[in-house]
T-cell receptor, first 111, second 116 residues
């Protein structure tokens, strides 16, 4: 069945470091792919999405490219800030009625 | 409203007590979803509404869980005879498109339920 596999955390980086969070998926067809972010004490927020192969989603300095050949959608940011500290979820939309979320990767950025 | 609103934000229930969690979705969003998020985990699907119709309740863990959306807007998730394993954050989400396939979800801040 459909699923996403996400890089285990937690990840701790210094401010201005480069971030990569890996995500691979298994899906029937070519669905849209999403990254959600959850700040402490809050619900999930849509961070970015890509709707087809080779699309690049971007928002707030984060980017992810939909790679059909490697079934991946890795999240990257060139220079992280303390305010980026959060939990990041890769997500696959439904073939049925439910989204499939990864287990989440916790990021802590230290000054 | 501007976002998805959930209430209460926090709920402490004694084991065996019934609880009701409210979700007010974004106006005009036809799809509404409930998810359960255990500590350190990703959200797990509970149930899905399109307008007032509950099209999928396959994720509800037991018959103690019941959800409704009688007028196609506000939804209530009810848990009867709460157990400790029900302790989690309950997230509500809505979407402009059916099932959230294209636009994704807008989530509320969640209700953190603690059963003692």
């Amino acid at each position: 069945g459909d699923s996403v596999t996400q890089m285990e955390g937690p990840v701790t980086l210094s401010e201005e470091a480069f971030l990569t969070i890996n995500c691979t998926y298994t899906a029937t067809g070519y669905p849209s792919l999403f990254w959600y972010v959850q700040y402490p004490g809050e619900g999930l927020q849509l961070l970015l999405k890509a709707t087809k192969a080779d699309d690049k989603g971007s928002n707030k300095g984060f980017e992810a490219t939909y790679r059909k050949e490697t079934t991946s959608f890795h999240l990257e940011k060139g220079s992280v800030q303390v305010s980026d500290s959060a939990v990041y979820f890769c997500a696959l939309p439904p073939t049925g009625n439910q989204f499939y979320f990864g287990t989440g990767t916790s990021l802590t950025v230290i000054p | 409203g501007a976002g998805v609103s959930q209430s209460p934000r926090y709920k402490v229930a004694k084991r065996g007590q019934d609880v009701a969690l409210r979700c007010d979705p974004i106006s005009g969003h036809v799809s509404l979803f409930w998810y359960q998020q255990a500590l350190g985990q990703g959200p797990e699907f509970l149930t899905y509404f399109q307008n007032e119709a509950q099209l999928d309740k396959s994720g509800l863990p037991s018959d103690r869980f019941f959800a409704e959306r009688p007028e196609g807007s506000v939804s209530t998730l009810k848990i009867q005879r709460t157990q400790q394993e029900d302790s989690a954050v309950y997230l509500c989400a809505s979407s402009l498109d059916s099932r959230g396939y294209y636009y994704g979800y807008t989530f509320g801040s969640g209700t953190r339920l603690t059963v003692v």
